[in-house]
């Protein structure tokens, strides 16, 4: 995907197959939110965006301490408030809400500091067939893709402790 991301529709249509095939996943993960505070908000995603950038700088922040912050304000900024996470400025302004110098964030930004490193490391998830977010591995024997219910996950974890002995 270009830097600059890619229309959200035409993203949904090229890898789902279109807007009627994900509405069931929306409503479904709006309903899971709303029971734990969280106002997802996919219609008002414009831009897929390219997350090379974003996932340098979680990077940047778990250096700091301040990952789950800025992870927060990450998923917030996309699934709330439909902000353009292909937008530099808007990554440095979430960094800056997390604590982090937002100036020398946009300045690593712009210098395409670990660029390479998170390219591999996006290559070697995919090598080993991790395709979507979130991914949990369990005792490094059972995967899970995607966001689940809390029975799903739990039943995950119990297979594989039962794999595990």
């Keep these: 995907m270009s830097r600059s991301g890619k229309p959200r529709i035409d993203y949904i249509t090229g890898k789902f197959g279109g807007v009627d ?4 996943g929306h409503q479904r993960l709006t309903g899971l939110g709303k029971a734990v505070g969280i106002d997802f908000n996919f219609g008002a995603i414009e ?3 390219n997350s090379l950038d974003a996932h340098r700088l979680i990077g940047w922040a778990s250096n700091e301490g301040k990952a789950d912050a800025l992870v927060e304000n990450l998923f917030a900024d996309f699934f709330v408030n439909g902000v353009n996470l292909a937008n530099r400025a808007s990554l440095a302004d979430a960094a ?3 604590g982090m110098d937002a100036a020398k964030v946009s300045a690593d930004l712009a210098s395409g500091k ?3 490193l998170v390219a591999k490391q996006a ?3 995919s090598a080993s067939g991790i395709g979507g977010v979130p991914f949990f591995v369990f005792a490094n024997k059972v ?6 219910d809390s029975e799903v996950i739990s039943s995950a974890i119990d297979q594989a ?3 595990a002995s």
Aim: proline content about 8%; aromatic content about 0%.
């Design 96 to 98: 800056g809400r997390a």
């Design 123 to 125: 290559q070697a998830a």
């Design 21 to 24: 095939k994900i509405t069931p």
């Design 114 to 116: 670990d660029e390479e």
């Design 161 to 163: 402790l039962a794999t």
């Design 143 to 148: 995967a899970l893709s995607g966001a689940q």
């Design 47 to 49: 831009v897929q965006p």
